[in-house]
């Protein structure tokens, strides 16, 4: 097993910066990929970026030029820089791990941080 703890959510004014961090926890050599997933109300969750151990990534469309996703391989730690936020970035924001592929999501979740972005 695998355990997320996300932190850094909040509400910010359109065009601001948040930074969400995400430590995992427990059965490390289950984590590869590592990333993020969103879910606004009443829409699917949807995959807002990934990274690999060795520093690939994958972007949704949406958040490409604003978001930067990282990790620290030593602290099991993965990071979603987010600037320039608009209010359509408002969701539930969660942390992801246990995938081989950037493109799928894997078995662990976190538990969830909002993000409101509003005047």
């Known amino acids: 097993q695998v355990q997320l703890v996300e932190s850094g959510g909040g509400l910010v004014q359109p065009g601001g910066s948040l930074r969400l961090s995400c430590a995992a926890s427990?059965?490390?050599?289950?984590?590869?990929?590592m990333g993020w997933y969103r879910q606004a109300p009443g829409k699917e969750r949807e995959l807002v970026a990934a990274?690999?151990?060795?520093?690939?990534?994958k972007y949704s469309d949406s958040v490409k030029g604003r978001f930067t996703i990282s990790r620290d391989n030593a602290k099991n730690t993965v990071y979603l820089q987010m600037n320039s936020l608009k209010p359509e970035d408002t969701a539930v924001y969660y942390c992801?791990?246990?995938?081989?592929?950037?493109?799928?999501?894997?078995?662990?979740w976190g538990q969830g941080t909002q993000v409101t972005v509003s005047s």
């Open positions: 990274v690999t151990t060795d520093g690939r990534t």
């Open positions: 992801n791990t246990g995938a081989l592929l950037l493109i799928t999501p894997g078995a662990y």
């Open positions: 427990g059965n490390i050599f289950s984590i590869n990929v």
